[in-house]
């Protein structure tokens, strides 16, 4: 088991795209470190730059205490589960797992044991002797992470390995995942576009963005406070709501009047964007303490809760979180109210966090 | 047709789910589709049967008039005549047809060993300008091969390739090494890269993961190719006619032609020469034929 230290990558392809602008990461040992970010943002090749499929144009690559940038991936001693599972098509479950070592030359009995132990791990009992094709994509997913595990590498890299699974065995696999990762307690890093298996898997999240790093953080640092308007806009279902704000008398406050609990240290003089989550806003009856008279715009009922589309004179509407039952009519005349503690503040030129 | 009336226009309850076929309806349309299928293959497979008919004459029923078709004496002489020299040892055809396997052989082999790898290289690795360098590779045959031939054969003359095999085979692999890239690049992106990246982590070159798991799920695209580059080489004449012309060189097809243009000709011995040119690529293209059609429907389903 080892951390991964990865300094300055950079990467362009002959062709002149840039993939991986600068990158930077330190991986914990026995961390599970996700990596979350739009298609192109550079994280799948920065994954396989670690696993050394791909050759990164400049940058380190530090796995353990050793410098791997010239190593191929098989001396790299880690172990890669991909978003097309990439079974030998012709081999039966069990060969697909013994297949790595026997490529490594592990005596017959040591294969053995470590083929049944992965497959007592991964519940594939009853598959061994089948072929991938006559396997279902979960249970596919089941043997490639075994194909993974049984190499008991220092290091486990996962590109995307849930994408192609319908969402309810998307869930039961992510429990999955995060439970074998927290027993075997070896160092994984996870790429993901899906900002809720980001959550819910990863001890810390990086997010990546036209191949740079836009933020890294624990879960709840990334949603209370994002980095920058782009992490802002890309955490959260539904997103944070951008208001204009600007400060007055000591408080935040937006165009259409709704006023904001200010965090302390704001500069002055500078266009200012602060984002609010939309469980910190509150609709109410219209003419509510503090609030600003608004107007519902939509609502979408998903049983145990609303989200309201408000419209409170901002240039933007808003997106309100609450409980449901509180009921407000399309079209109704509101009030809306802030009811969170400080939200962050972004300044507009630099989209980055002020405060 | 045996479609009655009753049947046609029938406006009872439709007890059937898929009323064009009830419409239309089974026995009819059977007949239909026979009958046509019938008259579709006698245009297409009449001269082919001739041909064989033919071969099979004796020269006098050859040249009766009415034209005999059934009531005529089999002989094999004319095949023996393709193989057999009149004094005794073996026939300028039978040379040609040995010419024709090795250079569609060859060259077939050739274009092959090629094309496969690039087209890989194409489909796995970002090359600089990929797309111009594929268009370049296609352009090659954007012109009818009888265009080139002047040039190529005053290049050859040059370098002293004319009336050669070797001259010969380096054209056709020239001409079949960019269909080759194009066709196999397509069977090589339907193979998952992922399969080479699996292979590497687990211990093996680049190389080696293509060789030993790519390569494997490519053989029927490499075989469906492969006939293709087979069936241009065997079937190419205007090459052929112009850039040899010694017996010992010519191949199978300016062979046979040169069997026509006598005081006489033994129409007997051409029709024979003719089946026995076209079986080789007959039975090819039956054994792969499966494969045939999956490199024609290629790409029309996704992953």
Known sequence: ?355 | MAVSVDEAVSTGPVRDHTPSARRFGGRGRFVLEVALLTVLAVVMLFPVLWMIETSIKENRDVYAIPAKFFDFKVTMDHFKDVFVASGGGRSTLSVSFLNSVVVAGVSTALATVLGVPAAWAYSRFAVKAKKDQLFFILSTRFMPPVVVVIPIFLMYRQVGLIDTQLGLILIYTAFNVPFTIWMMKGFVDEVPAEYEDAAMLDGYTRLQAFWRFTLPLLLPGIAATAVFALIFSWNEFVFATFLTSSDNVRTAPPAIAGLIGGTTVDWGLVAAASVVFALPVLVFAYLVRKHLVAGVTLGAVRR
């Open chain 1, 1 to 355: 088991m080892a951390g991964i230290e990865v300094t300055a990558l950079h990467k362009r392809y002959p062709d002149g795209t840039v993939a991986v602008d600068h990158v930077d990461l330190s991986i914990g040992d026995g961390e599970l470190f996700v990596m979350l970010g739009p298609s192109g943002c550079g994280k799948t090749t920065t994954l396989r730059a670690i696993a050394g499929l791909e050759r990164q144009t400049t940058g380190d690559i530090r796995i353990g205490n050793t410098l791997v940038n010239d190593l191929p991936p098989a001396e790299r001693d880690i172990a890669m589960v991909f978003q097309f599972y990439a079974l030998y098509p012709h081999l039966r479950t069990r060969d697909n797992l013994a297949f790595p070592l026997r490529a490594e030359g592990l005596p017959k009995a040591e294969v053995r044991e470590r083929v049944d132990e992965a497959a007592r791990l991964m519940r594939l009992g009853p598959l061994l002797d089948r072929r991938p094709r006559r396997l279902s994509g979960g249970e596919q997913q089941r043997v490639a992470l075994a194909r993974a595990l049984v190499r008991r590498p220092r290091a486990f890299l996962m590109d995307e390995p849930l994408t192609n699974l319908d969402a309810e065995l998307r869930a039961d696999m992510r429990t999955e995942i995060k439970h074998l990762q927290g027993e075997l307690g070896t160092t994984m890093v996870y790429v993901t576009h899906d900002q809720v298996e980001a959550m819910s898997l990863g001890h810390r999240i990086a997010i990546l963005n036209k191949g740079r790093v836009e933020q890294i953080g624990t879960p709840l640092e990334v949603y209370d406070r994002p980095a920058s308007l782009f992490c802002a806009a890309f955490i959260g279902s539904p997103p944070m709501n951008l208001i204009e704000v600007e400060v007055a008398d000591g408080k935040l406050r937006s165009q259409s009047g709704l006023v904001l609990t200010p965090p302390p240290g704001l500069p002055r003089d500078r266009c200012l964007v602060a984002g609010v989550r939309p469980e910190a806003l509150e609709v109410t009856e219209p003419g509510a303490e503090r609030s600003v008279p608004a107007r519902v715009v939509s609502a979408e009922w998903l049983g145990d809760e609303i989200i309201y589309v408000v419209d409170h004179g901002g240039q933007r509407d808003v997106r309100v979180r609450m409980p449901s039952t509180v009921r407000f009519a399309a079209d109704a005349p509101v009030g809306l109210r802030h009811s969170g503690g400080p939200p962050p503040v972004y300044d507009v030129s630099t989209e980055e966090l002020v405060a």
